[in-house]
């Protein structure tokens, strides 16, 4: 059984900084790629980011040079900081990762979601 926790949303004015964090845990073997989508209330679940096992990282036009995303694989936990934070940056935020489990199949899991609201 594999778990994605979620930490870190809150209520922020327009402007400042959140740091997201998502840990994952269980029984598995390796974990690959890790990302963060988020969905605003009557819209579609969306990409933010994304970070690969070697650390390479995809971002949606909409936040490039304000989020960062980052991992630390010895805690198997993936970050999102968020800078310069906008109004629309409002919505739930899940976390993904694709993981390898004990066997060689790879499934992909979610977290919780984590609510950022962004005022103006």
């Known amino acids: 059984q594999v778990q994605l926790v979620e930490s870190g949303g809150g209520l922020v004015q327009a402007g400042g900084s959140l740091r997201l964090s998502c840990a994952a845990s269980?029984?598995?073997?390796?974990?690959?790629?890790m990302g963060w989508f988020r969905q605003a209330p009557g819209k579609q679940r969306e990409l933010v980011a994304t970070?690969?096992?070697?650390?390479?990282?995809n971002y949606a036009n909409s936040v490039k040079g304000r989020f960062t995303i980052s991992r630390d694989n010895g805690k198997n936990t993936v970050y999102l900081q968020m800078n310069s934070t906008k109004p629309e940056d409002t919505a739930v935020y899940y976390c993904?990762?694709?993981?390898?489990?004990?066997?060689?199949?790879?499934?992909?899991?979610w977290g919780q979601g984590t609510q950022v609201t962004v005022s103006s």
């Open positions: 993904n990762a694709d993981v390898t489990v004990v066997g060689g199949v790879t499934y992909r899991y």
């Open positions: 269980g029984s598995f073997s390796s974990i690959n790629g």
């Open positions: 970070i690969s096992s070697g650390g390479n990282t």
